[in-house]
Structure formats: structure tokens, C-alpha cells
């Protein structure tokens, strides 16, 4: 081979290699597109907070609205972590809070006070699927739940509302200790935001459907700011909005505390 070909050759082979993917381009496990999903949506900054109005939709169209202040504090990424939230309204859960701190090897304890019994009531762990405050949204689901506890699949990639998306299933690992069968995410590919989640019950029906209404960036973090968990069984649903959420603002520890539940800082919470 002359010279003028071998030149040739080694060129149309840098330009070869130079259009080959990276390695690291490679499509990540179902089980660590879970996790940085749950990073994604339970672990932006240090802390945050935020005013939260939930709208509670009967089949008939009936409506109740709560409002509220949250907080969250967290201790490690991926980890321990605590949640503080206020009711403004209405007057019969005015005043009434409720607080979680979760742990990474073990359920999370929770708490809840009751203003009109002067009462703090644990919630007990084989409690966190029930509803939060009569809504379609869980304890659970207000804090997260724990990666590890399900085995994860990733079934597709898929467009799902112009956005890239991995559409992973999870199935608990522990189906008595869940009051779902299997449940289908669809992550999007760019945020790692979950756009939304279909749980199914252990006879293999769908009973709730979760989506991502809105996603906005605050403060350089992908927020969901409003959300919807629809009942498909009884058609009820409730509609979540964040709003005036802001991140790291340097919350003391002392606000997560059971001492706090019965009489917050009014500073903290308006």
C-alpha cells in the first residue's frame, strides 16, 4: 500500500472512531435509573420549602381543598431525611402537622398531631400505604419509598408527550408489606423525572395513575410543581400544586422535631 493510501485509510478510521458512541453512553440499569429518578424527585438541595395547595376531586365533581406548608431537611443524598408539613386549611385540619423522618435501611417513623384531641399519633409502618389526609396520594408516597424494597425492569424506551422516557416496571419484593402488584414509570430520559406511574393491584388491575401535570426548573432543579393521582376504580383523584418553592434556605434541625408538632415556629410555616 503506497503512502497517499495508507494516509487515506488512517483519516476514514479517525473520522470512524470519532462518530462511535462513547462508552459511558451506555443505557444505565433499571435499578439505577430508579435511584436517580428518586434523587431527581425527593433530594433536590439541601432543603426546601414550600406552599402546597391539594384539591381533592370526588367522581361527581365535589371538590375540598387543603392547603399547607412543607419543609424537608436532608441528612445524607439518597438517605436520612425529615419532612414537616403545616395545614392552613381548611378549619377542620387547621393547625394540624405532620412529620416524617426516613431512614435508607428501615421504615421511616412518622408522626402525626391532632389539634382538636391535643393528640400526637405515630404512624405505624404498616401504615405508610394508607391515605394521607384522605387524598389519593399515601404516606408513603408523600416521602417516597424505598428503592431497595422493589425489583426493577426496564421494559422500553418510548416518547411519551415529546419528552425521551424510560418505562421501567418495579414489583415489590415484599407483597405483604404493599398494597400494590407491579407499577410502570416512565422516567424522563433528559430530567429523571418520573412523568408518570401506573400501580397496579395484586389482582393485576390498575387501580391509580400519577402524572407530572407540570415540571419547571427552580433555583436549577427540576421540580415537579403540579401533580395528579387518579383512582381509577373509585374516580376519585387529587391535585397537588408547589407553589413559592424554594431550595437551601439553611433549615435548623430543630424544626423536625416532635416538640415542634404540637406548636411550630409561625416563621417556619406561613
Known amino acids: 500500500m503506497n503512502t497517499r493510501n495508507v494516509v487515506l485509510v488512517a483519516a476514514a478510521s479517525a473520522t470512524l472512531l470519532s462518530l462511535a458512541p462513547p462508552a459511558d453512553t451506555q443505557t444505565p440499569s433499571a435499578e439505577e435509573i430508579i435511584r436517580r429518578s428518586h434523587l431527581a424527585e425527593y433530594y433536590p438541595g439541601d432543603d426546601m420549602k414550600a406552599r402546597v395547595l391539594m384539591r381533592l376531586v370526588s367522581k361527581d365533581g365535589k371538590e375540598r381543598i387543603r392547603e399547607m406548608t412543607m419543609l424537608r431537611k436532608d441528612f445524607q443524598e439518597g438517605g436520612e431525611q425529615r419532612y414537616f408539613i403545616y395545614f392552613h386549611r381548611p378549619p377542620d385540619v387547621r393547625e394540624m402537622t405532620f412529620m416524617v423522618w426516613k431512614y435508607p435501611q428501615k421504615n421511616a417513623d412518622r408522626w402525626l398531631f ?50 425521551d422516557a424510560y418505562v421501567i416496571e418495579s414489583i415489590p419484593k415484599d407483597l405483604t408489606g404493599s398494597d400494590f402488584g407491579r407499577k ?75 416538640r415542634y408538632l404540637r406548636n411550630p415556629p409561625s416563621e417556619a410555616v406561613r
Open 114 to 163: 391532632i389539634p382538636a384531641l391535643k393528640l400526637v399519633r405515630r404512624i405505624a409502618a404498616d401504615d405508610k400505604r394508607s391515605s394521607f389526609v384522605g387524598s389519593d396520594f399515601s404516606y408513603e408516597d408523600i416521602s417516597g419509598r424505598n428503592v431497595a424494597e422493589d425489583s426493577h425492569k426496564l421494559l422500553r424506551e418510548e416518547t411519551l408527550d415529546g419528552k
Open 184 to 258: 410502570v414509570s416512565w422516567i424522563d430520559k433528559r430530567t429523571l423525572i418520573p412523568l408518570k406511574e401506573e400501580y397496579f393491584d395484586k389482582r393485576g388491575d390498575l387501580a391509580k395513575v400519577f402524572s407530572a401535570d407540570e415540571v419547571k426548573e427552580v433555583q436549577g432543579f427540576w421540580t415537579i410543581t403540579r401533580r395528579t393521582m387518579r383512582d381509577t376504580q373509585t374516580g376519585h383523584q387529587t391535585e397537588v400544586a408547589f407553589q413559592e418553592v424554594r431550595y437551601n434556605l439553611g433549615l435548623p434541625e430543630s424544626l423536625f422535631s416532635e
